[in-house]
């Protein structure tokens, strides 16, 4: 396995699966850990567990048609400030980095720098920009699957749904 130490940090980090999220024709697949509950958003489990312990997790995986699965995963946790009094007032430290797989086998390891935010709305606002991105992309990933499935033969002569 290959590691390497990127020059940035989780913002740069965040771009690059923004980045990953734009090439929809290049997925198979798209997955979140923890999975939300239908009709839950997953900035929701997000918010939720930061507010009741002041630390979160994240992950988000992709797999590609080429057989690579990225698998990012995000980590934060409040710096403690005995003169503020709300979570969301105090800073945010972060970490993340992502890794390839092929199969079982880790093929690379790209770690990024800890990034410190001045407060955690920061973070919680760029959580939510990009939330949009990834729904959007997972709709968009669906529906290639479908089209991939379907015959086009059989849409253009009307044999499909009865």
Not at 28 to 57: D, K, T, V, W
Not at 96 to 106: A, H, M, N, P, T
Not at 145 to 162: A, H, T
């Amino acid at each position: 396995m290959e590691i390497t130490y990127e020059k940035g940090n989780l913002i740069d980090l965040i771009e690059k699966l923004d980045n990953d999220l734009n090439n929809i024709h290049d997925i198979s697949r798209l997955g979140r850990i923890p999975e939300p509950r239908p009709g839950m958003r997953y900035r929701e489990i997000l918010l939720g567990m930061f507010r009741e312990s002041g630390f979160i997790s994240a992950t988000v995986f992709i797999d590609f048609k080429n057989g690579i699965r990225r698998v990012y995963t995000f980590m934060g946790k409040v710096i403690p400030r005995g003169d503020i009094n709300n979570l969301f007032e105090m800073p945010i430290y972060t970490e993340g980095y992502y890794i390839d797989k092929k199969g079982d086998e880790i093929i690379n390891m790209v770690i990024y720098n800890p990034y410190t935010f001045k407060n955690s709305y920061e973070l919680f606002k760029m959580i939510s920009e990009f939330g949009e991105r990834y729904r959007l992309t997972d709709y968009e990933v669906y529906v290639d699957r479908m089209i991939e499935y379907m015959k086009i033969e059989d849409l253009l002569s009307g044999d499909v749904g009865g």
